[in-house]
């Protein structure tokens, strides 16, 4: 699918097309899962060189960002289904150019679904701002994920350090659960700002040349956004491990209790087996309490006594 977007009276207009009749002067043209025919007939038409879908996995910098004549190409990082608790990465170039912006993806960020829906209203007038205007929704999910998480770990701080006591109704594996979710996004979260300082560094420097002070203005703002977000996800990533830590604590100290108590129960139960064990041997004639009238309940009276002088034994030692 084509999408290219026109200069409006307050933003953008949107006008789906086909590479073969692609409108005179958009300033945005969005080409979402293209086949290799349409990405020539837009090379011949625009006069550029788009990478292929290979091309945008690679991980090198040089080429995921590089120029060519006055066009950038940045390849970014974005994040796709973040409304759910496995955000996933996909690939997305930017061709920045003077003339216009033209992005190269097979996925749908948020971003992008957002942006559109802000588009006839976000007054860009060129595509510098077109470009800076969509990252600066990138920019703005990210920081909402980042709030969720921290969130979502304060909520699960307050559960674990208020517990009423050992065997409480919290879950402790399924609170586990939870951090490592939170975790995964946060991790997720950090690629993605990292990726986009780098995209938006190499913009600043590889444009400087015809870019406005308006642009550069822009792209140093969000930078500076960039590097606010890393420095609390940073924060976050210590109150992860933290939370992690006296989670897996508190699921020994659980473990440990019921160990324990199996012990203890152990423990009790060993001088009144003794007890029986003596009073089961077949030496009647050299025990006289078998004689006796009330040797069945003198037994039963030496366990109990037992039993009784193990536990306050341990409460003395205050095992119990």
Known sequence: MITAWLPAEKGLKKNECDAHALPEGALWIDLVDVSREEETLIESRLGIE?????????????????????????????????????????????????????????????????????????????????????????????????????????????????????????????????????????GKVRESLLDKNRVLTFCEQATQDWMSPDGRSRIRALLHDIHSLADHATFTSGKISFLQDATLGLINIEQNRIIKLFSIAAVIFMPPTLVASVYGMNFGDKMPEFSWKYGYEYALGLMLVSVVGTLWFFKRQRWL
Request: with cysteine; proline share 4%.
């Open 50 to 186: 788009i990478p292929t879908r290979a091309e945008m996995q690679e991980i090198e910098a040089s080429s995921r960002l590089y120029r060519e004549g006055a066009t950038a190409y940045m390849t970014a990082t974005m994040l796709i289904k973040t409304e759910t608790e496995m955000p996933e990465t996909a690939a997305v170039t930017f061709i920045l150019s003077r003339e216009r912006m033209l992005t190269l993806r097979y996925s749908e960020p948020w971003s992008f679904r957002t942006f559109a829906q802000r588009a006839p209203r976000c007054g860009a007038t060129n595509a510098e701002q077109v470009f800076t205007t969509l990252f600066d929704t990138t920019v703005e999910r990210l920081a909402d994920m980042l709030e969720l998480v921290s969130l979502e770990l304060d909520h699960i701080s307050q559960q674990v350090f208020r517990r009423k006591g050992p065997g409480s109704d919290l879950d402790l594996q399924r609170t586990l659960t939870k951090i490592g979710t939170c975790g995964n996004i946060l």
